[in-house]
């Protein structure tokens, strides 16, 4: 069926930087990618980006584009989102979702969901 | 795309049916593949959210048959005939049709 880990809860100050990991297994890591979402408190989900595991490619958000970084490395079967020049604005649970891996198809239902890691910025 | 659902919360007597709309700001039906792509998903309180329903209607696996999705291009719906304690929580749709994948802004179910 497959199952999505996620690394703990981070504590950040402005200004800094934060790398949440999402360790796949269950699946075959390469037959899928990954969607990253962020869903600050009491709010709605929000789609930062999309990576493929087959050759790297992503796609971002249009206003996180420049602060974030999606990778994956399929020798430990882990994605990984980094974001940059954290604001208190960044403040959510981070999730990570199963995605479709080819940019040449349509996305897919995100089937499988990690537990979400929270990251809350503060001075 | 903007997703608009309605209404944003509804308390609903176990046992009784329960609906919730959502509409896009553009046609989510592919016409090369002829698929629409909006789903739903369920986040209980304090979890994750979960997939429920994908390709408007198709039911995900595990997900019990009470659940249906129904509709086309830019009016969808999400029906549950017989609400059960178990159901509670916030319910998203979600179009997929191109990136940025976008959430409508939830419909909080709760139990009369």
């Known amino acids: 069926q497959g199952q999505l880990v996620q690394s703990g809860p981070e504590v950040k100050k402005p200004g800094a930087s934060v790398k949440v990991s999402c360790k796949a297994s269950?699946?075959?890591?390469?037959?899928?990618?990954f969607s990253w979402v962020r869903q600050a408190p009491g709010q709605g989900p929000e789609w930062m980006g999309w990576?493929?595991?087959?050759?790297?490619?992503?796609i971002y958000a249009q206003e996180l584009h420049g602060r974030v970084t999606l990778t994956t490395d399929k020798s430990t079967t882990t994605a990984y989102m980094e974001l940059r020049s954290l604001t208190s604005d960044d403040t959510a649970v981070y999730y990570c979702a199963r995605d479709r891996v080819y940019a040449t198809t349509m996305g897919a239902p995100f089937d499988i969901w990690g537990q979400g890691t929270m990251v809350t910025v503060s001075s | 795309i903007v997703m608009t659902q309605t209404p944003l919360s509804l308390a609903v007597t176990p046992g009784e049916p329960a609906s919730i709309s959502c509409r896009s700001s553009?046609?989510?039906?592919?016409?090369?593949?002829?698929?629409?792509?909006v789903d739903w998903y369920l986040q209980r309180p304090g979890q994750s959210p979960q997939l429920l329903i994908y390709?408007?209607?198709s039911r995900a696996s595990g997900v019990p048959d009470r659940f249906s999705g129904s509709g086309s291009a830019t009016e969808f719906t999400l029906k549950i005939s017989r609400v059960e304690a178990e159901d509670v929580g916030v319910y998203y749709c979600m179009q997929r049709i191109e990136y940025p994948c976008t959430f409508g802004q939830g419909t909080k179910l709760e139990i009369k």
């Open positions: 990576i493929s595991t087959y050759n790297g490619y992503t």
């Open positions: 390709m408007f209607s």
């Open positions: 269950g699946y075959t890591f390469s037959s899928y990618g």
């Open positions: 553009q046609s989510l039906f592919h016409g090369a593949d002829g698929n629409t792509y």
